[in-house]
């Protein structure tokens, strides 16, 4: 099936720091996406990506779509408190598959 | 963004009871939207997508007779756990395309968390 390996499982940074995490597959998506999930909460959408080397900010956030289709990179930058939670990337063709997440802590 | 809620956020449950979890879009219309179940520390694994006025598609392993979805309007789907166990006590969240027939941006619901004593 279409496996989504996403990298770091978890992450522990100062505040103001610069985060970096991404996801590879080995299937080509047309579609990338970035989703952040609060505990007990569904996950909200970030950033979408729709074109093999599209680079989309969102505030300080950005991410890219790789030029093969199959990774993508979500940088989040100058990091701060309520940036803490998981971050999911997703692949989407006829349907929409996730990566494993990455639990991010951030600390004041 | 579209809203997306869901009912109840929390139950708790006997084994061999039903529950049923609503997912309802608040400000648009949805003919298709997806159920998806989560364990701690786990991602979304997608269980099935649920077409108004037309039979649910399960996903490869997902019982259907025990894992109910209606999609009577255009803006609720339910799903239904029949006859609960232990096993099935997870996080259910739904979703569904803030634009109808565009895809590619799925908005959550807030997620229902089922514990099967």
């Known amino acids: 099936g279409q496996q989504l390996n996403q990298s770091p499982q978890s992450m522990f940074i100062q505040e103001g720091e610069d985060v970096s995490m991404n996801c590879t597959s080995s299937?080509?998506?047309?579609?990338w996406l970035w989703y952040k999930q609060d505990p007990g909460e569904g996950p909200v959408l970030l950033i979408a990506?729709?074109?093999?080397?599209e680079l989309t900010s969102n505030g300080r956030l950005t991410a890219q779509f790789g030029i093969t289709r199959k990774d993508s990179f979500l940088n989040i930058s100058a990091s701060i408190p309520s940036d803490v939670g998981i971050y999911f990337c997703?692949?989407?063709?006829?349907?929409?598959?996730f990566g494993a997440g990455t639990r991010l802590t951030v600390k004041p | 963004g579209a809203v997306v809620s869901q009912h109840p956020s929390r139950v708790i449950c006997k084994s061999g009871t039903s529950v049923k979890i609503e997912c309802r879009s608040l400000?648009?219309?949805?003919?298709?939207m997806f159920w998806y179940r989560q364990f701690p520390k786990q991602s979304l694994m997608l269980m099935a997508t649920?077409?108004?006025?037309?039979?649910?598609?399960?996903e490869q392993g997902v019982e259907k007779d025990k894992f109910l979805i209606n999609h009577a309007s255009l803006t609720l789907s339910t799903l239904t756990v029949t006859s609960a166990h232990p096993e099935d006590s997870s996080f259910y969240i739904c979703?569904?395309?803030?634009?109808?027939?565009?895809?590619?941006?799925?908005?959550f619901g807030p997620g229902t968390r089922l514990t099967v004593l």
């Open positions: 649920s077409n108004e006025g037309s039979k649910a598609t399960y």
């Open positions: 990506l729709y074109k093999a080397g």
């Open positions: 979703s569904a395309p803030g634009r109808e027939g565009f895809y590619n941006e799925q908005f």
């Open positions: 997703a692949g989407r063709n006829n349907d929409m598959r």
């Open positions: 299937s080509i998506f047309n579609t």
């Open positions: 400000d648009f219309q949805a003919t298709t």
